[in-house]
């Protein structure tokens, strides 16, 4: 169900350029991101603060787009967003002793230290990568397919990713004792 709240600006963003184009769809996805953060506050007390960046970079950028008529600022935010994870990443290795990665999962799984860095460092470099591929996506190909790629590519690959994260800590995994 998370998944689905978490996807619902991006799904609706998705629909309403398919039926209206550009800026309706810029439209309908800061409405469903201020309507996401709102439900999300009102039934959990709180927002983590992916949501609070993206929503707070799709009104600025949404609403440039908008007010200036121009997509090129709606067609940046998802690699802002994912730079900004990249540098909270290497930020928390350069400027914290536990890891962002550890935090977010050193309550599910324990790792060697090594083995937290590589993670971190993969996320990371995932997050910058991610970013690049947006802009050579929405800069290189027609609006559409980058509304397609921003759909199905980015949350393909985000898939890919996470299925192979998961592989490669399989080996870590202790059997549980009945």
Do not use: C
């Amino acid at each position: 169900m998370k998944f689905l709240v978490d996807l619902l600006p991006v799904i609706l963003f998705f629909a309403a350029y398919q039926m209206f184009g550009i800026f309706t769809a810029t439209a309908v996805a800061i409405a469903a991101s201020v309507i996401q953060v709102s439900w999300i506050k009102i039934r959990h007390g709180q927002v983590e603060t992916m949501h609070k960046v993206t929503l707070g970079l799709l009104v600025v950028f949404g609403g440039l787009t908008l007010i200036l008529q121009d997509p090129v600022f709606i067609k940046w935010k998802p690699t802002l967003v994912n730079w900004l994870f990249a540098i909270a990443f290497i930020g928390s290795g350069l400027l914290t002793r536990k890891l962002l990665i550890q935090r977010m999962m050193g309550h599910a799984i324990t790792l060697p230290d090594t083995i937290w860095k590589i993670l971190n460092n993969a996320w990371a470099l995932f997050f910058l990568s991610m970013g690049a591929l947006n802009l050579y996506v929405a800069f290189n190909y027609e609006e559409a397919v980058w509304v397609n790629f921003k759909l199905f590519g980015l949350m393909g690959l985000t898939l890919v990713f996470v299925f192979a994260q998961g592989i490669y800590l399989a080996r870590y995994l202790q059997p549980e004792e009945n």
